[in-house]
């Protein structure tokens, strides 16, 4: 039996951003009908906020979106890249801190950022990143992409329920072209095992995410 592929969302407390993109992704994941080839959790940078559940206001954002949520915060530490595939940043500081972190190159080379899949299939060649192939980013600018701060997803905890709203978009627009990246690397004979989106109807019940309107003074 074909060991999962394994993808780890990584922001700064685990309490807004990854566990929203966690949330997200295994979503699409099921719906497409690979949630059962493909392994999804999340973690924070720091540890300030370890054994706590998701901010109220990502909980809310989720039920709203139609989202599944069940969460309690860790803490992302490096021995945990030897079984990981792809590890998720939400901004460029996070990736930057996890490629500090990182054992060896190949374990840094997992490391990418969420909005640089954009909403397109991925390009370029797989990375090999030792325990599994390793999707490329989908845009490919002279510079390493992942380090752009325009790719980031801005960190709401400070703000608003709208920056909560607006972080979910961003999640949502990425995940499609990292859903296309990550089916890329699945080994071709764990593919034509799954459930095929055509015999499922999850996608269909769940309406797209609609930002609440503003209540008037």
């Not at 030897?82 to 374990?107: C, F, K, M, N, Y």
């Not at 510079?143 to 329920?161: A, C, H």
Request: net charge negative.
């Amino acid at each position: 039996m074909t060991a999962p592929f394994r993808i780890c969302f990584v922001c700064t407390g685990n309490i807004c951003r990854s566990p929203m993109a966690e949330s997200v992704f295994r979503a699409r994941l099921a719906e497409a009908g690979f949630d059962g080839l493909v392994e999804v959790d999340s973690a924070g940078t720091g540890g300030w906020h370890e054994g706590d559940g998701a901010d109220p206001r990502t909980v809310a954002v989720l039920r709203a979106g139609g989202y599944e949520h069940a969460h309690t915060a860790r803490q992302f530490h490096a021995s945990w890249f030897d079984r990981l595939d792809l590890v998720i940043a939400l901004d460029s500081g996070h990736l930057r801190e996890l490629r500090r972190l990182a054992p060896t190159a190949q374990d840094a080379a997992k490391v990418r950022l969420l909005r640089s899949y954009g909403t397109g299939p991925a390009t370029g060649a797989m990375a090999d990143s030792g325990s599994g192939p390793v999707p490329a980013p989908a845009s490919s600018p002279a510079s390493d992409p992942d380090l752009s701060d325009d790719l980031d997803v801005p960190d709401p905890y400070y703000g608003g329920f709208e920056g909560f709203e607006e972080c979910l978009e961003m999640v949502e627009t990425a995940s499609e072209g990292l859903l296309t990246a990550v089916l890329a690397a699945l080994p071709a004979r764990t593919v034509v095992t799954a459930r095929t989106p055509e015999h499922d109807d999850r996608r269909a019940a769940r309406e797209p995410h609609q930002p609440q309107e503003k209540e008037s003074a």
